[in-house]
């Protein structure tokens, strides 16, 4: 089965903060066909520095009901190892949702350079920060 790049994301929320609003915007690139969930975790980390990795199933029912629409897909990627390496990430009194998701509006771009013989010899994503800087840099 042709499949597109594949990429792990960790949204952080300090504060632990963690209101939902995430669950729909998830849930339009899911439908569009944009993206294919794979796996989520949920990684909070307590003012005492107490780590705590929740996979989806493990969540309260008000969290559960916002993500119901992936429940079935999800693979279990993921394991406790990573969320404890991704709470690395994390100051106390924080959380994080950890996303591993294939980009399937890829797919056929990467089908077609497979088959052309292409290989990827350079892929960065650039953080949002990055290109504020550099467009207030232009605008200055």
């Known amino acids: 089965m042709p499949t597109g790049p594949i990429e792990m994301l960790a949204v952080k929320f300090p504060g632990n903060n ?33 780590v705590e990795i929740s996979e989806i199933s493990e969540l ?3 969290t559960y009901a916002q993500f119901d629409f992936v429940t079935s897909d999800l693979e ?8 404890r390496r991704m709470s690395e990430l994390l100051e106390p009194n924080s959380s994080a949702a950890v996303m591993v998701f294939e980009n399937t509006w890829a797919t056929r771009f990467t089908e077609a350079m497979r088959h ?7 892929n960065e994503r650039i953080p949002r920060v990055v290109i504020d800087e550099m467009m207030a840099e232009m605008d200055a």
Do not use: C, H, W
């Not at 669950?23 to 003012?47: M, N, Q």
């Not at 052309?116 to 350079?122: D, L, P, Y």
């Open 76 to 83: 279990g990627l993921m394991s406790d190892d990573d969320g």
């Open 116 to 122: 052309a013989n292409g290989e990827v010899v350079f």
């Open 18 to 50: 963690f209101t939902g609003e995430i669950a729909p915007a998830l849930a339009d690139l899911i439908e569009s066909g944009t993206i294919r969930l794979i796996d989520i975790l949920f990684v909070r980390k307590g003012a005492d520095g107490l």
């Open 60 to 62: 309260d029912d008000q």
